[in-house]
């Protein structure tokens, strides 16, 4: 698993560095909500203090979080945002604000024009396809800004140039990126090794053993899985439903409802192609299409435009029943299960059905219940038993709650069928795994005693269907080769064979049929292209620690315990000791 992430992070470095300002932005987890001091009880109203802004006043932390999104568009691209976590942005929201807190205390100048130009000359938002400024786009983007009602030129000014001081304060926080030799050559090893391999696979779904229940060893394996057969807390209900086909004679259209109703849905009623170019075409021609004629396409479809509207106005009915329902109910405090609630219900017409105990993964089918149904009847207690009127795909209904039963643990005797196939599932992955260290033992014989691989494969009891690689690099590793199977071979030489491998569908082995080092010499290009990513990417985990540690120790000092002290030593006293 480690080599394959290693080896993803490596293919993709140009890029993960392309947006090193993003690992920034997301290495520091606090939110609001949750930090503390906020909401604590007391005479005296709390100040959640940092860096000069007070996270308690609205337009203070407005402005904070605004300019920590408008910096992520900037530097990430347009549309950054959507695939950010509200969690994400406030941390590099707190993070950039203490390194401009940082700057003010080091004194970096704010930029020069010179400076603002190339800094914008490098941001992603304005790159073309070909990842360079693209002055178009800028232009489009400025023009765009002039009818922004919320943001301004002059946002964007402040923001470009915060960044930029906070770049550079990242810079001295970063430092050169310190990286061992031994550490630069074992990522050369890793990424540019060219290996050549063989693995064969066997079939999980061919393995079909017979396997004998014994029923000792069924009690002990129902034992050691009890828990796997508790049957979860069930809400048992009863419910009113209103089908829309009972309101269809109280839905009454006229003909001007209907055509209104054909004109704002005219794509839902499209005409028979047949009876278009019947009903269009002109005498003594041939059948050719006309343009469209919606009076003539009303025609051929009004009967069903009327049946379709009947029906959407019988589901409203259906609808209004179901919350008249629910409000009588409210209204005359009845409980589900009085006689005055069976009297409602009588005088209503109305017809009480039972639902079978159930919990969210075993709803009983026949019911056709939506999630959202589901949902509320699960929610229902005896506190609160009556559901809001829910709509369903027949017209509507409403819930009661009859009664909740509590989660219990099935004897064997109650749940044996499940038992027994899940004993022999255990016992049938038990074997394949067996078997697969007796074929490890029988390969590695074959292949000492100079058999090739794919004879070795082909002589096991097991089925093995084998695939040979070319020689390839961790930097452009085959499309097709499974993530397992290349995590298995960072630790095998040339000739070595991987153990059994085992996955949800298949299990099989890793065959290096060759592994030829690179040269780990310091003047080569893989040996400096190593130790420049490896220090880039040290370089920026220090500077995210760093800025983390600030963040923590200033919002420290409006913790409840430093917000507690004596009025005479106000919060933030200590900021500069």
């Known amino acids: 698993m480690i080599s394959w992430i290693q080896r993803s992070f490596q293919h993709h470095f140009r890029v993960v560095f392309g947006v090193l300002l993003a690992v920034t932005i997301i290495s520091f987890i606090f939110t609001i909500g949750a930090a503390p001091g906020i909401g604590r009880a007391g005479p005296k109203a709390l100040r959640q203090q940092f860096f000069g802004h007070d996270l308690t006043r609205q337009g203070s932390s407005d402005q904070l979080f605004s300019d920590a999104s408008i910096s992520v568009q900037l530097s990430l691209g347009f549309g950054a945002l959507s695939g950010i976590e509200s969690a994400d942005l406030q941390r590099y929201a707190y993070q950039r604000t203490a390194a401009l807190a940082l700057a003010d205390q080091l004194k970096i100048p704010v930029p020069t024009k010179d400076d603002i130009v190339g800094h914008i000359k490098l941001l992603p938002a304005f790159a073309g396809p070909d990842g360079q400024f693209d002055a178009g786009r800028y232009a489009t983007f400025r023009d765009n800004l002039k009818t922004n009602p919320r943001l301004s030129e002059g946002d964007i000014s402040r923001v470009v140039s915060d960044d930029f001081r906070v770049g550079r304060v990242q810079q001295l926080l970063a430092g050169p990126g310190y990286v061992l030799p031994v550490e630069i050559k074992e990522q050369v090893v890793r990424m540019d090794s060219i290996w050549t391999l063989a693995i064969a696979t066997a079939d999980y779904a061919a393995f079909k053993p017979e396997i004998p229940v014994n029923e000792d060893a069924l009690k002990r394996f129902f034992e050691d899985n009890a828990f796997r057969y508790d049957v979860p807390a069930r809400v048992a209900v009863d419910y009113v439903e209103f089908r829309a086909t009972d309101f269809m004679g109280a839905a009454t259209v006229t003909d001007a409802d209907v055509r209104t109703y054909y004109d704002e849905n005219r794509v839902r009623f499209p005409v028979p192609q047949e009876k278009k170019a019947e009903g269009d075409k002109k005498p003594g021609q041939p059948n050719a299409a006309v343009p469209d004629n919606p009076d003539a396409d009303f025609a051929v479809v009004r009967p069903t435009v009327e049946q379709a509207l009947k029906a959407e106005r019988a589901m409203r009915l259906a609808a209004k029943a179901a919350a008249d329902l629910t409000v009588a109910i409210y209204e005359q405090r009845l409980k589900p299960g009085t006689p005055a609630f069976n009297d409602l219900l009588a005088k209503s017409k109305l017809t009480l059905k039972q639902a079978a105990p159930f919990h969210r993964e075993n709803v009983p089918p026949e019911l056709g219940w939506t999630p959202q149904i589901i949902d509320q009847a699960l929610q229902l207690a005896a506190d609160r038993p009556v559901s809001d009127a829910l709509p369903s795909a027949a017209g509507s ?181």
């Open 397 to 577: 209904l409403v819930l009661f709650w009859r009664e909740t039963l509590p989660t219990y643990r099935p004897e064997l005797a109650q749940v044996r069928d499940r038992v027994v196939a899940d004993y022999k599932e255990n016992e049938r992955r038990k074997h394949f795994v067996e078997i697969g260290r007796t074929l490890h033992s029988q390969l590695e014989a074959r292949l000492k005693a100079g058999d090739p691989f794919e004879q070795a494969a082909a002589a096991t009891a097991l089925k093995l269907e084998v695939k040979t690689y070319p020689a390839f690099s961790s930097r452009q590793p085959p499309k097709d080769i499974e993530q397992f199977e290349f995590g298995a071979i960072g630790r095998l030489e040339s000739g070595q064979l991987s153990d059994f491998l085992l996955t949800e569908d298949k299990g099989g082995f890793v065959y290096v049929k060759e592994r030829k080092l690179p040269d780990l010499a310091e003047n080569t290009l893989q040996y400096t292209t190593a130790r420049a990513q490896l220090a880039r990417m040290n370089a920026g985990l220090s500077q995210s620690l760093a800025l983390s540690e600030i963040v923590v120790r200033e919002l420290k000092k409006s913790a409840p315990d430093a917000a507690s002290r004596s009025s005479d030593e106000p919060p933030g006293a200590d900021r500069n000791r």
